[in-house]
């Protein structure tokens, strides 16, 4: 229930957080993030139904998507949004740099079947990549949230997943 920074060489440098639901406690931190333009820390708590946004001294800042999220799950920073993919409903959240909602991506329904997101990562063209856990596959969004693309199944062998958790992006 709380943020940890470390040095490269793994010494603890600051911590902040505690289990609760006020200013910069939390209960589940899931996804995070930290802003290239403003050096601030994105925090999805999970289970408060928020993002908790801190500033690179880990104090608190504000707080996003309150009554709007049911678990945020995952969260990316670029310099004109913010992303957060929230796994229970499940949708994906985008936010412009002031915080402004500007579009709600269902991806589940009419062709879009995500079950059970968790991760997610976002390509040089803005396509949202999605692992899907439960059914062990990853959904490939264009920027306007049209499926364009989804890959493996459950298994072991090469194209299969086993419950993916996390997915990371090479750009």
Do not use: W
Not at 66 to 93: A, E, H, N, Q, Y
Request: proline share 3%; glycine share 10%; net charge negative.
């Amino acid at each position: 229930h709380c943020v940890n920074m470390y040095e490269l060489e793994g010494k603890l440098m600051k911590s902040v957080g505690s289990n609760g639901n006020g200013e910069a406690q939390f209960n589940y931190p899931h996804g995070i993030d930290v802003s290239d333009r403003n050096h601030n820390i994105y925090v999805c708590d999970y289970s408060n139904n928020r993002v908790q946004i801190l500033t690179e001294e880990l104090k608190y800042h504000s707080m996003l998507g309150i009554g709007l999220f049911t678990s945020p799950r995952d969260i990316k920073v670029t310099r004109d949004r913010v992303l957060v993919l929230d796994g229970s409903d499940p949708c994906m959240f985008i936010f412009n740099s002031e915080h402004l909602l500007i579009n709600r991506m269902i991806t589940r329904g009419s062709g879009k079947q995500a079950n059970d997101p968790h991760s997610f990562d976002i390509d040089r063209d803005y396509n949202i990549i999605i692992s899907d856990y439960k059914n062990h596959c990853v959904y490939v969004f264009n920027k306007e949230g049209e499926q364009i693309h989804k890959f493996g199944k459950q298994g072991q062998g090469i194209g299969e997943f086993y419950h993916p958790y996390g997915i990371v992006l090479d750009n």
